[in-house]
């Protein structure tokens, strides 16, 4: 199984609403990723977990929150969010270690915050 | 600074044509480069990946170059179908387990009938 997959493929919420977005890969990879991307950007990135601890927060506010439950899953809990928010969500995963650390994306969260 | 820097911006073509888009970066230490193909809405799917020693990789009508003294890389389409339409990527890794892919704004092709 090389697949990362992602749920839901669509979300909508009002900026007081609580929802998660949920990822998930069953190739043994050791490091996930949440990207955000905008519209005719390249994807930026927002958190990184290695061995299902935070290592890399690039800045992110807390109104985004990651978890990373074990080792298959990766959820990222959203909160109070802002319409500018509004993106397509990126999950992707990779083994640590190995020469040339391929990510695998997933097919991404399109998020619009009202 | 990290930078990977893609032209065209956008290129419009024909069926059947083929097209090279390029890449150039200054991403140090080099590990890996690899070109990928976004669909609009669509997580990004890798086409190849290529080490410093590696200059070409081929994935049927893909074929990717790599000149790593002049930090300079190419994918060529041939043959193009209208199903290549999509943005494609040039993605640099910094030589780490875990540092950050640097990310090209990306080439979008558009190919008509």
């Known amino acids: 199984d090389t697949e990362v997959t992602q749920t839901p493929k669509h979300l909508v919420m009002g900026m007081t609403n609580k929802k998660s977005l949920k990822c998930e890969q069953h190739m043994g990879h050791r490091a996930m990723y949440w990207y955000k991307q905008k519209a005719k950007k390249p994807p930026e990135l927002m958190f990184v977990y290695s061995y299902e601890k935070l290592s890399i927060n690039e800045s992110v506010p807390s109104r985004f929150s990651p978890e990373c439950p074990n080792s298959s899953l990766l959820n990222l809990h959203l909160h109070a969010l802002q319409p500018e928010d509004s993106a397509l969500y990126l999950c992707?995963?990779?083994?640590?270690?190995?020469?040339?650390?391929?990510?695998?994306f997933g097919p991404g969260t399109r998020l619009t915050v009202l | 600074k990290n930078q990977v820097e893609q032209s065209p911006q956008s290129l419009i073509i024909l069926e059947g044509k083929n097209c090279t888009l390029q890449?150039?970066?200054?991403?140090?230490?080099?590990?890996?480069l690899r070109w990928y193909k976004q669909d609009t809405g669509r997580g990004p799917v890798s086409l190849t990946i290529m080490t410093f020693s590696e200059n070409t990789k081929s994935n049927g009508r893909y074929t990717a170059t790599l000149d790593a003294d002049t930090k300079q890389s190419s994918l060529h389409i041939t043959a193009s179908q209208l199903s290549d339409s999509a943005s494609y990527i040039c993605v640099v890794t910094v030589y780490s387990g875990n540092t950050p892919l640097v990310f090209g704004k990306g080439t979008r092709l558009s190919v008509i009938a």
């Open positions: 992707a995963s990779s083994q640590p270690g190995q020469g040339k650390n391929e990510q695998f």
């Open positions: 890449c150039n970066y200054t991403v140090s230490p080099f590990s890996n």
